[in-house]
Nanobody, 119 residues
């Protein structure tokens, strides 16, 4: 059973920063595409950012220039550094590991961590 353990959520004022962490096994982080998704109340879950094993990252337009995804292979951890946070960033953030192989997808999810941006 693959386990992804998230941490780092909380309450922050607009304009503030938070760093989310997702710890997993080395076998997962070295092969899978690691991503952060979020789901706000009444909305669908959306991909925020992802990073592949080569270190190439993608971001949803709404967070470009404010969020940075990174991976530390020595610590088997993926991070999401969030800066200049806005109230619309409020959501439950989920860590995801995905592998597409032979026309099928294998993926795992963390338990989610709440991020609330409010004054």
């Amino acid at each position: 059973q693959v386990e992804l353990v998230e941490s780092g959520g909380g309450l922050v004022q607009p304009g503030g920063s938070l760093r989310l962490s997702c710890a997993g096994s080395s076998s997962i982080l070295s092969v899978y595409v690691m991503g952060w998704y979020r789901q706000a109340p009444g909305k669908q879950r959306e991909l925020v950012a992802d990073i592949n094993s080569g270190g190439s990252a993608n971001y949803v337009d709404s967070v470009k220039g404010r969020f940075t995804i990174s991976r530390d292979t020595a610590k088997n951890t993926v991070y999401l550094q969030m800066s200049t946070l806005k109230p619309e960033d409020t959501a439950v953030y989920y860590c995801n590991a995905a592998l597409d192989y032979n026309f099928s997808r294998t993926e795992y999810w963390g338990q989610g961590t709440q991020v609330t941006v409010s004054s």
